[in-house]
């Protein structure tokens, strides 16, 4: 027999010659990348469809990447060995390099992965988990209704807060999450975790926030208490307008006790008590602040055009204000416009 390519006179596959055959031919293959799903609370591994539990990752790994080489039919593998580098905490690059026999033939092979670690949560803990927890943190707005932009602000930094500490505890973790009377319930694994996102919310917000706790059973012999952290949210939020005494102020900052404020008549700053606050009135909120463009600038004042009459408006510059671009941020309110801000 010879080769239909090259000519070559010697045992041919599909009429080509061994060497013009593997050219065109392979018998190994890789996807670029493989997710390997990881429980977030017991580490088993998800591996074709049943966790499993490794002492090392890399073993975990290297059983997941020679579990998804695909093989062609007709080839089979005689050696195969799998290098593990890690490249960071989540993800490896694997190598592997394989022998193929393939009728008279023992073919060599390279070739290679990214694998990544996703956390993921096993039927097992799930299952334990949508039922167990020790605390509630109830999320609630006052007297204004937030936004859901708003709302899902708040559960976001509650998820990450415990996805935080849940880095380094098992024990941590939510473990429902209902929305209800403007608001959230989240339900957590803990006490101790409970108390500690009530108080993070309550100083990030400059929330108010109340425990109270109710005996749930018994077990060996032990009272079981649950306990229910109400945080309540302030009406405003950073970068809110709020009226205190007839003025408009800006709110700079909020937190544990107090929030700091700017007058927008005349830039003076302002600390106010958090409990001075609780039923303020938000005459503004970020999207109520508008661009606009700078006609002139003098020593005190500068001259704009309204954002929305398109007039030429005087008003003065806060001291200490220096402009950066061609437009600044105002605020119209009852007549006038307001500087916030470049
Ligand atoms: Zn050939
Ligand atoms: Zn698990």
């Not at 041919?12 to 190994?28: E, G, K, M, V």
């Not at 060599?108 to 949508?130: A, D, H, Q």
């Not at 006052?142 to 936004?147: D, E």
Request: with cysteine; net charge neutral.
């Amino acid at each position: 027999m010879f080769c239909i390519k090259c000519g070559r006179e010697e045992r041919t596959y599909d009429s080509l010659c061994a060497s013009c055959y593997l050219q065109s031919n392979r018998f190994t293959r890789l996807p670029e990348h493989l997710d390997l799903q990881q429980c977030a609370h017991c580490d088993e591994y998800l591996m074709d469809k049943r966790w499993v539990k490794y002492d090392d990752e890399s073993d975990a790994v290297c059983d997941h990447v020679s579990g998804n080489l695909q093989l062609r039919e007709d080839g089979a593998i005689k050696d195969i060995e799998i290098g593990v580098e890690s490249i960071d905490r989540k993800s490896y690059q694997v190598h592997v390099s394989a022998l193929v026999r393939y009728e008279d033939l023992e073919i060599p092979e390279e070739s290679g992965t990214l694998v990544r670690i996703k956390r993921n949560v096993c039927p097992k803990c799930n299952k334990i988990m949508g039922n167990y927890f020790e605390s509630i943190v109830q999320i609630r707005p006052s007297n204004r209704r937030f936004s859901d932009e708003e709302r899902e602000d708040v559960l976001r930094r509650a998820t990450e807060y415990v996805e935080g500490i849940g880095k380094h505890s098992k024990e941590a973790f939510i473990a429902k999450v209902t929305q209800t009377h403007g608001g959230y319930d989240l339900y957590i694994s803990t006490i101790a975790l409970g108390k500690t996102l009530a108080r993070e919310l309550t100083s990030v917000y400059g929330a108010e926030h109340k425990e109270s706790s109710t005996l749930h059973g018994r077990k060996d012999g032990q009272d079981i208490y649950r306990v229910t952290y109400l945080v309540r949210l302030p009406p405003y939020r950073v970068r809110d307008i709020i009226e205190l005494n007839g003025r408009p102020y800006l709110v700079q900052s909020t937190g544990p006790q107090s929030a700091k404020l700017r007058s927008l008549r005349n830039g003076e700053k302002l600390t106010m008590a958090n409990t001075g606050l609780r039923d303020v009135k938000v005459i503004g909120t970020r999207s109520d602040v508008l661009d606009a463009v700078v006609l002139t600038e003098g020593r005190r004042e500068l001259q704009l055009l309204h954002p929305k009459t398109y007039k030429p408006v005087e008003i003065r510059k806060p001291q200490g204000f220096e402009r950066t671009g061609d437009t600044v941020k105002v605020f119209p309110y009852e007549g006038e416009l307001y500087l916030i801000g470049n």
